[in-house]
């Protein structure tokens, strides 16, 4: 049993969206498809000149499921169809969804849409039903990444490279204020001027110390 997570030294986005069209071709969705399971969310100027921090606010965000410990989509499912899987996943048993959508508005990520061929509010569940279940230890957006700026990993191994690196790094969660308990970390930019602009005043900094005992499974129920 796991406890996946993934992290991001978003600092190094190029906007590129290699991920996205990874995460459409390994999980069969339309290239055309906005808004699925994985996204790159612009903040700030997008007239700015992106490579000279000096004119420039915008920095390039990677969104998805944030696969949390505490989830607000499992607790606003009438019919019991989201829970926690042996990896700590949050999954959802798609022949219960009655898409009533109540998950899909208690989210406060934007992370579920509606899958319009199978019928369930589907998101990101780190390659779960394919790399995963295949006995890979990576996901498709992690490896195509050109910047290798995405650390995906078991965050019970101290071992593994994402646990590695956030005890090396300092990072922040998104949204810490809904009690979600993320597990997405995005490390603190090198660059103290990038930071200042792209991380709103008053955001928790975490160091590992201080995450790990968080991020435990309260809602483990198992399939
Ligand atoms: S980010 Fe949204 S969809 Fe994902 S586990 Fe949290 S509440 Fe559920
Ligand atoms: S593949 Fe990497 S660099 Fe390209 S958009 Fe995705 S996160 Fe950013």
Same mark, same amino acid.
């Given at each position: 049993? @796991?406890?996946? &997570?993934?992290?991001?030294?978003? %600092?190094?986005?190029?906007?590129?969206?290699?991920? =996205?069209?990874?995460?459409?071709?390994?999980?069969?969705?339309?290239?055309?498809? %906005?808004?699925?399971?994985?996204?790159?969310? $612009?903040?700030?100027?997008? =007239? &700015?000149?992106?490579?000279?921090?000096?004119?420039?606010?915008?920095?390039?965000? +990677?969104? +998805?499921?944030?696969?949390?410990?505490?989830?607000?989509?499992? =607790?606003?499912?009438?019919?019991? @169809?989201?829970?926690?899987?042996?990896?700590?996943?949050?999954?959802?048993?798609?022949?219960?969804?009655?898409?009533?959508?109540?998950?899909?508005?208690?989210?406060?990520?934007?992370?579920?849409?509606?899958?319009?061929?199978?019928?369930?509010?589907? !998101?990101?569940?780190?390659?779960?039903? /394919?790399?995963?279940?295949?006995?890979?230890? /990576?996901?498709?957006? +992690?490896?195509?990444?050109?910047?290798?700026?995405?650390?995906?990993?078991?965050?019970?191994?101290? =071992?593994?490279?994402?646990?590695?690196?956030?005890? !090396?790094?300092?990072?922040?969660?998104?949204?810490?204020?809904?009690? /979600? *308990?993320?597990?997405?970390?995005?490390? *603190?930019?090198?660059?103290?001027?990038? @930071?200042? $602009? /792209?991380? %709103?005043?008053?955001?928790?900094?975490?160091?590992?110390? %201080?995450?790990?005992?968080? *991020?435990?499974?309260?809602?483990?129920?198992?399939?």
């Amino acid at each position: 049993m @796991a406890n996946y &997570g993934m992290a991001f030294d978003y %600092e190094l986005c190029i906007d590129c969206h290699a991920c =996205e069209v990874a995460c459409k071709e390994e999980n069969g969705i339309a290239l055309g498809m %906005e808004h699925r399971r994985l996204w790159i969310q $612009k903040d700030g100027d997008i =007239e &700015g000149d992106f490579w000279n921090i000096d004119k420039s606010s915008v920095s390039f965000v +990677q969104m +998805q499921c944030q696969n949390c410990v505490n989830p607000p989509c499992l =607790e606003a499912c009438e019919r019991k @169809a989201i829970y926690i899987d042996e990896n700590a996943i949050v999954r959802i048993y798609k022949d219960k969804c009655d898409l009533l959508l109540s998950c899909m508005k208690a989210c406060p990520y934007d992370a579920r849409y509606i899958d319009d061929t199978h019928f369930f509010t589907d !998101k990101c569940i780190f390659c779960a039903d /394919t790399r995963l279940a295949r006995g890979e230890t /990576t996901t498709a957006c +992690q490896i195509t990444c050109p910047a290798k700026l995405r650390y995906f990993g078991d965050l019970n191994d101290e =071992e593994s490279e994402i646990v590695q690196m956030l005890k !090396k790094r300092d990072f922040f969660v998104l949204k810490e204020s809904e009690g /979600t *308990i993320p597990k997405l970390f995005y490390f *603190i930019p090198k660059n103290k001027e990038f @930071a200042q $602009k /792209t991380i %709103e005043k008053g955001t928790k900094i975490y160091t590992w110390g %201080e995450m790990k005992p968080k *991020i435990q499974p309260l809602n483990l129920k198992k399939i």
